[in-house]
């Protein structure tokens, strides 16, 4: 008959001690940042100029009639990021694949690949939107689009494809190379490769920095606003233009806030547990 596992008084101890000294770090650290926020309330409050900032950016009443336009133009953020994100992930895994071909054969496709990459890094992304978004439309070609919101999604897709692309040809370059040559000794052809053994094992290692473009993206959305669509920053801008009162980019502000914090929170999830599974 097995006897049942107890702890040693000493182990017991020590569990004691850890959970005092998290506990006592805890409540320090809760402090600390307590009387922070309190100082930094106190200096603002305090300003001369305060009463004044109250009334153009905190007012409840210019809250209230924005919110409901601001929405509305948020959803057309949301929108253009749930469009744009599946793009850049299949254009910037594909040119991390073309990057990766070494048969001499496919040179053409590598460096088009390469000057792709360089291209659109090179340019920043809010001169790539207005290039898209008034030179597409000036060309007057047939079934060229003229809607602002498809011309942002077609430069926010080309600039953060490039991005991308590195993030995936990083990811499939942390592979070890026996891991390929079991592969393909095993008779898997290159293509069978990268889809059975790379390509799962590299997605995995790279979804937090991912994340990180994406809660980039979601953010750079509001750039379509540069060239008419009417998402959240043109919503309230267009509030604050009727009003003189700029509360309206308050509520623009707290929507994008609600939406990037808990992408950021669950990439900081995942680091943590790729680094839990590693052994870090």
Do not use: C
């Not at 509305?72 to 991390?96: C, D, S, Y």
């Amino acid at each position: 008959m097995t006897t049942a596992w107890v702890k040693s008084g000493r182990q017991v101890e020590r569990e004691r001690v850890r959970k005092s000294r998290a506990r006592r770090s805890a409540s320090v650290a809760t402090a600390s940042t307590i009387i922070f926020l309190l100082l930094i309330a106190g200096v603002v409050v305090n300003a001369p100029g305060w009463p004044r900032v109250q009334e153009t950016f905190f007012s409840p009443e210019h809250f209230v009639r924005a919110l409901p336009d601001v929405l509305e133009g948020f959803l057309l953020n949301v929108k253009i990021f749930l469009i744009a994100e599946p793009l850049i992930l299949v254009i910037g895994l594909l040119l991390a694949l073309v990057r990766g071909l070494k048969a001499p054969v496919f040179f053409p496709l590598r460096a088009l690949a390469i000057f792709y990459v360089d291209f659109f890094r090179g340019i920043p992304t809010l001169l790539l939107i207005y290039l898209i978004g008034f030179g597409l439309p000036a060309l007057n070609l047939v079934g060229i689009p003229s809607d602002p919101a498809t011309l942002g999604i077609i430069a926010l897709t080309l600039s953060y494809s490039a991005y991308v692309a590195e993030v995936f040809r990083s990811g499939i370059e942390s592979i070890h190379p026996s891991q390929v040559a079991s592969a393909r000794s095993l008779g898997l052809s290159h293509a069978k490769t990268m889809r059975f053994v790379v390509v799962p094992q590299a997605t995995r290692r790279v979804v937090p920095p991912l994340l990180n473009d994406f809660i980039s993206l979601q953010k750079d959305t509001a750039l379509v606003a540069t060239i008419g669509a009417v998402e959240a920053l043109r919503a309230a801008q267009i509030h604050a233009a009727k009003t003189f009162n700029y509360t309206s980019y308050l509520v623009a502000a707290l929507l994008f806030i609600l939406l990037t914090i808990p992408m950021a929170r669950f990439t900081d999830y995942l680091a943590a547990r790729t680094q839990r599974r590693r052994g870090a």
